[in-house]
């Protein structure tokens, strides 16, 4: 049981590049989420989806857009990626929007040159 | 809009002691959740305790407790007999009640267990 991986692990990227996140799940969880951590500030959500066809924006949506085709798929992409992006990125999900234990994937080291 | 607070950048602890981490939040709604995470050194995020803030009784989990004043605001971590393992970032974070499910979280506190 894997339960949510993310790829890849780490990457740098220059700036202007575009870059896509990814993130499964094999716990048939509904809902998944997007944050990002920066030191000081914890963990800050980017976009949510409470189901498959859905999603919404979080805290800091800006420069960032997510699909959710299906249950098990959450990529996050930057379509145009700037400095002020290099963050580590958390993918989680949780069995609905009504449940409020949220289960976190290993992370994504981004670093924007 | 919600906020956390955690106050506490950095603390130490012998190991085999207590230590308590604090958090404040600041928020206008009653109904709410509250929760504490562990980020040990592999980065992964592991919850280690929630708190439903219409239940008076304090939340326990083993080794680790909380003290929840909903009047001050208040939700502060306690660990016992503090482990080598303990040592991580420890986050606070908030849910409203009904709102997507969505976390608000506090700027972490970084925990050292000294042997």
């Known amino acids: 049981i894997a339960g949510i991986t993310q790829a890849p692990t780490s990457q740098i990227l220059a700036a202007g590049r575009r870059m896509t996140l990814r993130c499964t799940q094999d716990?048939?969880?509904?809902?998944m989420y997007w944050y990002r951590q920066d030191l000081g500030l914890g963990l800050r959500l980017i976009h949510y989806s409470n189901t498959a066809g859905t999603t919404g924006k979080g805290e800091v949506p800006d420069g960032y857009s997510v699909s959710r085709a299906n249950t098990d798929d959450f990529p996050l992409t930057l379509a145009s990626a700037v400095p002020s992006q290099t963050s580590v990125y958390f993918c989680?999900?949780?069995?609905?929007?009504?449940?409020?234990?949220?289960?976190f994937g290993p992370g994504t080291r981004l670093t924007v040159l | 809009a919600q906020t956390v607070t955690q106050s506490q950048p950095e603390m130490s602890v012998q190991e085999a002691e207590t230590v308590t981490l604090s958090c404040t939040y600041d928020?206008?709604?009653?109904?709410?959740?509250l929760f504490w995470y562990k980020q040990p050194p592999s980065r992964q995020m592991i919850l280690v305790i929630r708190q439903e803030a219409y239940k008076q009784q304090n939340a326990t989990e083993n080794r680790f407790s909380v003290n929840f004043q909903k009047a001050a605001k208040s939700f502060s971590l306690k660990i016992s007999d503090s482990q080598l393992g303990d040592t991580a970032m420890y986050f606070c974070?908030?849910?409203?009640?009904?709102?997507?499910?969505?976390?608000?979280f506090g700027g972490g506190t970084r925990l050292m267990v000294k042997p």
């Open positions: 716990m048939r969880h509904n809902a």
């Open positions: 974070a908030f849910m409203r009640y009904n709102a997507g499910n969505m976390l608000t």
């Open positions: 928020t206008s709604e009653n109904n709410y959740y």
């Open positions: 989680a999900s949780s069995l609905s929007s009504g449940t409020n234990e949220q289960f």
